[in-house]
């Protein structure tokens, strides 16, 4: 008899793989910028990752109960703060790429992105503490590792072989 684990994994594999080809963003006609996520594609990547977190966590259907909720608020205060520091670093970007700026403005958006910076590493110490709270230790560690695993593989999954950036296609045999 099949492991339900290993259900889930070849189940959340498959769902990872069908996104291949839909779920990166197409550029808009006559502009670099990507199109807005398809939102069908975007439940399906969070079904994917609940899957592939669940399993690889090993979470019993009461951990998962108490975990999800309180990753999905973490995952979306670390957006947020994440969103808010990379705009006043592009702001330092636009300030610095003009021929003239004001030295005292730069030092308000410098001031302001390492303070941004140091909020994202607040973010991070809270939750791993509320994440304590309601799972063991070695559960808590194999999130992280899952959340980068999974990054990994979407990135890996996203890459266009003949872009040429892929280390694995321009192998020589």
Same mark, same amino acid.
């Given at each position: 008899?099949?492991?339900?684990?290993?259900?889930?994994?070849?189940?959340?594999?498959?769902?990872?793989?069908?996104?291949?080809?839909?779920?990166?963003?197409?550029?808009?006609?006559?502009?670099?910028?990507? /199109?807005?996520?398809? #939102?069908k594609?975007? +439940?399906?990547?969070?079904?994917?990752?609940? !899957?592939?977190? %669940? *399993? =690889?966590?090993?979470?019993?259907?009461?951990?998962a /109960?108490?975990?999800? #909720?309180v990753?999905? +608020?973490?995952?979306?205060?670390?957006?947020? !703060?994440?969103? %808010? *520091? =990379?705009?006043?670093?592009?702001?330092?970007?636009?300030l610095?790429?003009?021929?003239?700026?004001? +030295?005292?403005?730069m030092?308000?958006?410098?001031?302001?992105? %390492?303070?941004?910076?140091?909020?994202?590493?607040?973010?991070?110490r809270?939750?791993?503490?509320?994440?304590?709270?309601?799972?063991?230790?070695?559960?808590?560690?194999?999130m992280?590792?899952?959340?980068?695993?999974?990054?990994?593989?979407?990135i890996?999954?996203?890459?266009?072989?003949?872009?040429?950036?892929?280390?694995?296609?321009?192998?020589?045999?």
């Amino acid at each position: 008899m099949t492991h339900p684990k290993t259900i889930i994994l070849v189940l959340a594999g498959a769902l990872i793989m069908s996104l291949t080809a839909s779920a990166q963003p197409k550029a808009a006609h006559g502009s670099d910028r990507p /199109a807005p996520p398809d #939102p069908k594609n975007m +439940e399906q990547l969070e079904s994917a990752k609940i !899957a592939f977190f %669940t *399993t =690889r966590m090993e979470l019993t259907p009461e951990e998962a /109960a108490k975990f999800w #909720p309180v990753y999905n +608020e973490y995952h979306k205060a670390l957006c947020d !703060a994440r969103r %808010t *520091t =990379r705009d006043n670093f592009k702001a330092i970007k636009e300030l610095s790429s003009k021929s003239s700026w004001s +030295e005292v403005e730069m030092k308000r958006l410098l001031i302001k992105y %390492t303070e941004d910076c140091v909020r994202d590493d607040e973010l991070e110490r809270l939750y791993l503490d509320e994440f304590l709270k309601i799972l063991p230790v070695d559960k808590v560690a194999r999130m992280y590792i899952a959340e980068e695993d999974f990054r990994a593989k979407m990135i890996k999954m996203w890459k266009k072989p003949e872009s040429g950036h892929d280390p694995e296609h321009n192998r020589k045999p």
